[in-house]
């Protein structure tokens, strides 16, 4: 593998003109893949991995079409509207390719699994997925999102313990869906911990390889330790949120929320007035 020559594929110039990598998202979501085998659920660790990999795709893949003058669709309406012409773009395999992946995760999941409900978590983990590559637009955001996210789904229920010890009477680590929820958010939280410093001082950014992983991560996670009603809530307002994203711009909608914009401008760098690019570049 020609490691220059890849190293160079995944920079990239950021919101305010300075140069970044995407290796730090490529190393997230190995990261991710890997803790997750090791806390026993090889199933869900392929899920993850698979879903990084499209991202990765795409992150690699989009730019040599714009180099080489094809068009290139942007947003999900787009990616569709692509697919329906007969045209495979790269966000179009991934709008097929993540959902799909987020079903077989569903399906996989400990039981009970409550067949109604897998297409519903199916949506919950793509739609988490997508959401937090929507928020990966400026230092920081997409991170100050998952790791809260991850770090309350991985805190033990008070009835941890007694599953725990059946658990361990059957030999199976994650055999339970409340223990494979908290081991999927803790293995999304560490690597998300370990990339907030950074990518807040723009030495990287998550790109779709790491936004994705760790959006899906969080979402399988959800669908493993809340409750049925949470969960179509939790799906509704993703659904919405993804919706919305085609007409509205978050990055606008932020800065004009004083409570909002100071959480999305805590830890980042200053930006010279008139550097920074459009909202959502």
Known sequence: ????????????????????????GAAVSALLATGTALAGSRRDAL?????????????????RQRRAG?????GLRGHLGALRSGRLTTGGAKALGIPALALLGAAAAPSPRHGAMVPADGILVAGCANLANLLDLRPGR???????????????????????????GQGH??????????????AALVPAAAALLPDLREHGMLGDAGANALGAAVGLAATRRATRPVRLGLTGLVVALTLASERVSFSAVIDRTPALRAVDRWGRRHTPRGSAKDPDA
């Open 70 to 74: 094809r068009p290139v669709a942007k």
């Open 173 to 186: 680590p994650c055999g339970d869906r409340d223990a494979s929820g908290r081991a999927l958010a803790i």
């Open 142 to 168: 997409a991170l100050k999102a998952v790791i809260p996210a991850a770090a309350a789904l991985a805190v033990p229920s008070a009835s941890a313990p007694a599953r725990g010890r059946r658990d361990a």
């Open 47 to 63: 899920v993850l991995g698979a879903v990084g990999a499209l991202g990765l795709a795409d992150d690699l893949l989009e730019p």
């Open 1 to 24: 593998m020609n490691w220059p020559a890849l190293r160079s594929e995944l920079r990239r110039t950021n919101y305010a003109g300075r140069p970044v990598t995407l290796a730090e």
